[in-house]
């Protein structure tokens, strides 16, 4: 019998090569599963949101059109209030002295007024940019200052034998309010006197020291205005034992703490100089102190580093360091510290009491009322090499000096001699900013650091709120 036909054997293995094959090819569902999501995100990413509006919106300057500058009440014989203009308009000034309204009339930029009480002094329209007040007199002097929200004072006293007056000056309407933060040297005093004082519109408020914080180590003020506006001044008071006559003087107010700083203004007649350092932060710093003179910034013999403690204030004897052939030419110190410090220097004579401060860097312009007597311009700390342009003009508003131009160099002091009839000053500077000061003497040495001049103000962007 025949054989039955073959039959085809499958092969061993196909049906499972044919499954894999399957399993490895994807299924329409599972690409789709991938690309929708994969779609999506790139429409997504297509789209821009919308920015979210802004709920905040920055300042935006516009001419100054109105300006306020305090003068502080008298000293014995400092009567003399000079107003002056930079730009020498010409006007009525509004007045308020002491709680009594008046008016005085610039006249090419310059007047003048004999006062006791303190004057506040408002300058709107083209009187308000370049606007300079300062009360002198018996060999005081004080630049009127424009109410500020914080200054330091350093260097003052709270002893019988050295004491000082602090006062505020409310020169608006509206109550003010501030709190005083005192420092000695060991730490932050609590004076319960100082804390949350108010000002009544119009009024003023004085502190003697040596009755509410009572100390023989030497104190530092920080004056923080936290409603409505203040000007801050001291009356410093050195009433030494014996036969020695009382010298008092006001305390020029430092703007803010900094790690570098020039205090312009030593002076050649001999003196008993004290230099008063105050470190208000919670770490030590450590000062180094150069003399700054015509020629250069060195570092004097004998003077070690300084050591500053936590918020505490330190004295430094300077009287040996700025006596004899080695200060000759010295027109200040520059303060070069490891955290922001104030500074001060007082000297002090017989018959006269005179303070340096560390002052502000002048940035383009500046400007002062001179007193009377002798005057001589001061200028340090040069951030670059750069040109001074000084002009001034007499009590009749007659051009004093046309125009002086100095070459200041980084490093050095330059000193520029004034008339002793100029009482209205404005100081240029081209490609570089410096810190200025003015030393005048008439029966007496004061010193008046000078401030950018503002010609601008910001105003603030006011709208509707958004529901």
């Not at 703007?255 to 230099?275: F, H, M």
């Not at 500053?308 to 040996?320: K, N, R």
């Not at 001049?453 to 529901?467: E, F, G, I, K, N």
Request: aromatic content about 2%; proline content about 8%.
């Amino acid at each position: 019998m025949a054989d039955p036909t073959p039959t085809s054997t499958p092969r061993p293995g196909g049906r499972r090569r044919v499954a894999e094959d399957a399993r490895r090819r994807p299924s329409a569902l599972s690409l789709l599963a991938v690309a929708i999501p994969l779609l999506t995100v790139a429409a997504l990413a297509l789209v821009r949101p919308a920015e979210p509006a802004a709920t905040t919106h920055p300042p935006t300057a516009a001419p100054l059109d109105r300006t306020t500058a305090v003068c502080p009440a008298r000293l014995p014989g400092a009567d003399d209030i000079r107003l002056g203009n930079t730009a020498l308009a010409s006007g009525e000034l509004a007045l308020r002295v002491g709680r009594e309204d008046a008016t005085v009339a610039l006249e090419s930029g310059v007047a003048a007024r004999t006062e006791r009480a303190p004057v506040v002094v408002h300058g709107t329209g083209d009187l308000a940019p370049g606007l300079v007040v300062t009360r002198a007199g018996a060999g005081s002097a004080v630049r009127c200052d424009q109410p500020a929200p914080e200054r330091w004072f350093t260097g003052v006293g709270a002893s019988a034998e050295h004491t000082s007056t602090l006062t505020l000056v409310n020169p608006d309407k509206g109550p003010a309010v501030a709190d005083v933060t005192v420092w000695d040297g060991s730490g932050v005093v609590d004076v319960p006197a100082l804390r949350g004082v108010r000002v009544p519109g119009g009024g003023s408020a004085s502190f003697d020291l040596s009755e509410v914080t009572p100390s023989r180590d030497a104190l530092a003020l920080r004056v923080a205005v936290s409603r409505g506006r203040l000007a801050a001044s001291v009356v410093d008071l050195v009433d030494p034992l014996g036969r020695a006559k009382p010298v008092r003087e006001w305390l020029p107010a430092q703007a803010a703490p900094a790690a570098t700083s020039y205090v312009v203004g030593v002076g050649a007649a001999p003196a008993d100089r004290t230099l008063t350092l105050a470190n208000p932060g919670d770490s030590e710093v450590r000062v180094a102190l150069e003399l700054v003179s015509g020629d250069s910034e060195f570092a004097p013999s004998g003077v070690e580093e300084i050591t500053l403690t936590p918020a505490s204030v330190s004295e430094v004897d300077l009287s040996g360091v700025l006596r004899g052939k080695r200060a000759a030419g010295v027109q200040g110190l520059r303060l070069e510290a490891t955290g922001p410090v104030t500074a001060s220097l007082r000297s002090r004579t017989s018959n006269d009491l005179a303070f340096a401060v560390a002052g502000a860097t002048v940035d383009s312009e500046t400007g002062v009322a001179l007193p009377a007597g002798a005057k001589r311009l001061l200028l340090a700390g040069a951030t670059a090499p750069g040109v001074v342009t000084v002009q001034a003009w007499d009590e009749d508003g007659e051009v004093a000096v046309r125009e002086r131009r100095v070459e200041v160099d980084p490093a050095t002091a330059a000193r520029v001699n004034l008339p002793d009839d100029a009482v209205l000053a404005l100081v240029r500077l081209d490609r570089t900013g410096a810190v200025v000061s003015v030393e005048a003497s008439d029966d007496g040495l004061s010193y008046l650091p000078l401030e950018q001049l503002q010609t601008t103000s910001q105003v603030a962007d006011v709208r509707p709120a958004q529901r």
